[in-house]
């Protein structure tokens, strides 16, 4: 009698077991798909930032080169500027370089020294064209260069002399 | 009711198990090289970034200090480049007029045969 109550339990719990292991798989293929799409994503990731960065510096030597524009043809005026009302036409500059089109705001900033010199300064910005003036935020470079005369009464410019430089994003 | 018998049933089991496990491990495998292959991809890319960077910024320098009006200039890469990196030459490059700017074109060459380019734009000093 307690051999066969021995016996019907090990069949139950044999049938029981059915399937184990196949539920063990699925549970071991779950783990490693989600081990293996974290891997993938951060190597997505990964690449994606890239781009950006790829992305943000071609839109840095864009904005630089349309700087060093802009001040080429200011010191080409005479003052910069007839009587420094404007820097060039319309006070703005255009160029694309590395896919990127730029727009450099400029203005006259004329300063009186001490000595009663007045110093022709000009601030440019540049920003991504998207048709109206760089304003703060999406202004990317900001300079402001000075441009020497040969003497207090020409209007030529003989020297160019950037004051600052600053790349904001 | 008529009974089947459950012998084989685990051995059918386990060959099932391990030809999904197999699969599974395949792909994580076949996963693996892609992360390996595509992080060495990005770490050349970053190290071209920072050769371009490096290339532009000496490039601008070197107009700076060597061009004069009809001259022309080199420049030379600062340092040393990484192995199995390689950059354009630039060697007795006519300077830039002095009304406009010149775009130059630089280019790296990443260890698999892959370049990063980038135009800057330089101007008379």
């Known amino acids: 009698m307690k051999r066969i109550v021995l016996m019907h339990r090990w069949r139950r719990a044999s049938r029981d077991e059915a399937g184990a292991a196949l539920i063990l798989v699925i549970v071991v293929m779950i783990v490693i798909g989600l081990m293996s799409a974290g891997l993938m994503a951060g190597v997505t990731s990964g690449l994606q930032d890239r781009a950006v960065l790829d992305g943000v510096r071609n839109r840095e030597y864009a904005a630089d080169g349309a700087i060093e524009l802009a001040v080429t043809k200011v010191r080409q005026l005479a003052a910069p500027g007839a009587a420094l009302a404007t820097c060039g036409p319309s006070n703005r500059y255009q160029q694309s370089l590395d896919g990127v089109a730029i727009r450099v705001d400029c203005s006259n900033v004329p300063v009186l020294t001490r000595t009663g010199l007045l110093e022709r300064d000009v601030s440019f910005s540049a920003c991504v064209d998207v048709g109206v003036a760089c304003t703060d935020v999406a202004t990317v470079i900001r300079a402001q260069v000075n441009f020497e005369t040969a003497s207090s009464t020409s209007a030529t410019i003989v020297h160019t002399y950037v004051q600052s430089w600053s790349v904001n994003q | ?125």
């Open chain 2, 1 to 125: 009711m008529r009974k089947y018998s459950e012998a084989g049933t685990s051995l059918v089991e386990i060959v099932i198990a391990i030809v999904i496990l197999g699969a599974v491990v395949a792909a994580l495998m076949a996963a693996l090289v892609t992360a390996t292959t595509s992080s060495k991809a990005h770490r050349d890319f970053a190290t071209a970034d920072t050769i371009l960077r490096s290339y532009a910024e000496a490039t601008k320098s070197s107009v700076r200090a060597q061009c004069t009006p009809g001259a022309t200039y080199s420049v030379a890469y600062p340092g040393a480049l990484p192995t199995g990196f390689a950059i354009s030459a630039i060697s007795n490059k006519s300077c830039p007029g002095l009304s406009d700017v010149q775009v130059v074109h630089l280019t790296v060459t990443v260890p698999n045969g892959t370049t990063k380019a980038i135009d800057i734009g330089v101007r008379q000093p």
